[in-house]
């Protein structure tokens, strides 16, 4: 038996996870902005859940929160940082406080949830922390660039936090899902207003956008993956979710080794 802290329980994968998690007899402290939306959850597995109302970009409350969890179920297995949005806009028509908003949620919600567990998982000397990255963690593509950045930065300080954590038995994974139906760009989604100058932008972004994620995946169906990934021994610092990944990266990073090896000439160069 696990204790789950999630983020982010009111919809998609979080949900799910949380379903998937009390259904095998978990232990799961459910996290939303409004635990109203969770009430179903409390209500079909009772004790198993503990219901907590949380602001991730607060981190005070996170503080507050981590260990409210922690005293009540008396351990945290496994941490998953889910609360998260995208950010839809050419970086010309991003305001200030829609980036700053898509950062402080997106990678300081997930650094103070991090924060506030390593203690715990320190003093246990075991733990999981699930960082829900994206295969925009890795790649980039028109229109969503503040979304991008904000999760190239939790790629990026979940490396070293890794690295930084190991001899303490704590595991990190980066999942980094393609295109699944999480209401990523639905109702939960942020739009800058649109610059006429950018149209023909915003059509060749619209197509790409489809012809790189095709048929959604089911967020439902990720429940046992996320599963089999958190009872393994020796769990991987990154794994894909979706079909669409892995040809995305092995594309994207394709090029960029022929870049980097032809330019190295440049590179030696500047050595001296």
């Known amino acids: 038996?696990?204790?789950?802290?999630?983020?982010?329980?009111?919809?998609?994968?979080?949900?799910?996870?949380?379903?998937?998690?009390?259904?095998?007899?978990?232990?799961?402290?459910?996290?939303?902005?409004?635990?109203?939306?969770?009430?179903?959850?409390?209500?079909?597995?009772?004790?198993?859940?503990?219901?907590?109302?949380?602001?991730?970009?607060?981190?005070?409350?996170?503080?507050?929160?981590?260990?409210?969890?922690?005293?009540?179920?008396?351990?945290l297995d496994v941490v998953v940082n889910n609360?998260?949005?995208?950010?839809?806009?050419?970086?010309?028509e991003v305001s200030e406080e829609q980036a700053r908003a898509q950062i402080e949620t997106n990678f300081f919600?997930?650094?103070?949830?991090?924060?506030?567990?390593?203690?715990?998982?320190?003093?246990?000397?075991?733990?999981?922390?699930?960082?829900?990255?994206?295969?925009?963690?890795i790649s980039a593509f028109l229109g969503i660039g503040l979304y991008h950045a904000s999760k190239w930065a939790l790629e990026g300080f979940s490396q070293s936090l890794a690295q930084e954590v190991a001899p303490f038995g704590i595991h990190v994974t980066l999942v980094e899902p393609g295109g699944f139906s999480t209401d990523w760009g639905g109702s939960s989604a942020v739009h800058a207003t649109e610059m006429p100058a950018y149209e023909q932008v915003r059509e060749m972004a619209a197509q790409a956008r489809k012809a790189r994620v095709g048929a959604p995946g089911d967020p439902v169906a990720s429940s046992s993956a996320i599963l089999?990934?958190?009872?393994?021994?020796?769990?991987?610092?990154?794994?894909?979710?979706?079909?669409?990944?892995?040809?995305?990266?092995?594309?994207?990073?394709?090029?960029?080794?022929?870049?980097?090896?032809?330019?190295?000439?440049?590179?030696?160069?500047?050595?001296?």
């Open 109 to 137: 919600g997930a650094l103070w949830v991090t924060q506030a567990v390593l203690p715990y998982l320190r003093e246990q000397h075991s733990g999981h922390i699930i960082q829900v990255s994206s295969i925009g963690g």
């Open 228 to 272: 089999k990934l958190v009872d393994a021994t020796d769990p991987p610092l990154r794994v894909f979710f979706g079909q669409a990944p892995l040809e995305i990266a092995k594309k994207d990073y394709e090029q960029r080794i022929a870049t980097w090896e032809k330019w190295n000439w440049l590179a030696l160069e500047a050595q001296g």
């Open 1 to 75: 038996m696990k204790v789950w802290f999630i983020t982010g329980t009111s919809r998609g994968f979080g949900r799910q996870w949380a379903i998937a998690a009390l259904k095998r007899g978990d232990k799961v402290a459910a996290t939303a902005r409004n635990v109203d939306s969770i009430k179903d959850l409390i209500q079909d597995y009772g004790d198993s859940v503990l219901g907590l109302q949380l602001d991730v970009t607060d981190k005070s409350a996170v503080n507050k929160v981590v260990e409210q969890a922690y005293k009540h179920f008396g351990r």
């Open 83 to 92: 609360a998260g949005y995208g950010l839809f806009g050419m970086i010309e």
